[in-house]
């Protein structure tokens, strides 16, 4: 079955540069979730989509961005980056944003990004 | 928001021993509790998830049932294998009303299970 797939698998990147993140969905799940996790902790919420539309927010940093197109492919883009922004960032999806199907996520493999 | 707080590790057992990782949570309402298992180099996966009070989520041996009156969701198994080896992570839902797929983790417990 296919699952949730991100790109790049590895990056790095200088300070100050800036980084861009993919995530394709599942097909037909229609909610995306980007979550950053640092080494030995556990995932933060950054930020949600639904129908390509922000649904909700979590502690996503200014310099950060992203967005849902219509194909439900999401990228979160990182600017001006840091090296506290080294971390593994996982994309989820699911279907819906109420009912049970909602609570039910499916995690891609993750993305980590490295910052010199 | 809501809050969840998870016995950290890390965790060392031998294989065919009992396991259990605590967790507990506070909430408004009554949240889909989870527990999120990590293997080494991977993303996360569902194990195991209740919906309601009194629910009992079970997967590959593990179990976790829904306590309201002591707000816990303890995870479980009676006999552990080198395979379970991994990070569990307790989670519900970040706060009342929002989108339900929008998690809150626990700190996470790191499973070592020698043979």
């Known amino acids: 079955a296919a699952g949730v797939i991100q790109s790049p698998r590895h990056l790095i990147k200088e300070k100050r540069e800036t980084a861009t993140l993919k995530c394709y969905p599942i ?88 910052v010199l | 928001g809501n809050s969840v707080t998870q016995m950290e590790g890390p965790v060392t057992l031998s294989e065919e021993a009992f396991l259990t990782i605590n967790c507990t949570y506070t909430a408004t309402g009554y949240p889909s509790l989870f527990w999120y298992v990590q293997y080494p180099g991977e993303g996360l996966q569902l194990l195991l998830k209740a919906t309601k ?10 179990e976790a049932t829904y306590r309201k009156e002591t707000t816990s969701f303890h995870l479980e198994k009676g006999s552990v294998q080198v395979s379970d080896s991994a990070v569990y992570f307790c989670a519900l839902p970040l706060r009342y009303g929002g989108s339900q ?12 299970v020698k043979p």
């Not at chain 1, 310099?63 to 980056?81: I, K, P, T, V, W």
Request: glycine letters at 12%.
């Open chain 1, 27 to 114: 097909p037909r799940h229609d909610t995306v979730y980007w979550y950053q996790q640092g080494p030995g902790q556990d995932p933060q919420f950054l930020i949600s989509f639904y129908e390509k539309m922000q649904s909700d927010k979590g502690s996503i940093p200014d310099r950060f961005s992203a967005q849902q197109f219509s194909d439900y492919h999401s990228e979160l883009n990182m600017s001006s980056l840091e090296l506290g922004d080294s971390a593994l960032y996982f994309c989820a999806s699911s279907s819906g944003q109420r009912g049970l199907q909602a609570n039910v996520l499916t995690f891609g493999a993750g993305s980590r990004l490295t």
């Open chain 2, 53 to 62: 009070a009194d629910d009992k989520g079970s997967n590959k041996g593990f």
């Open chain 2, 101 to 112: 797929g929008n998690l809150i983790f626990g700190k996470g417990t790191k499973l070592s």
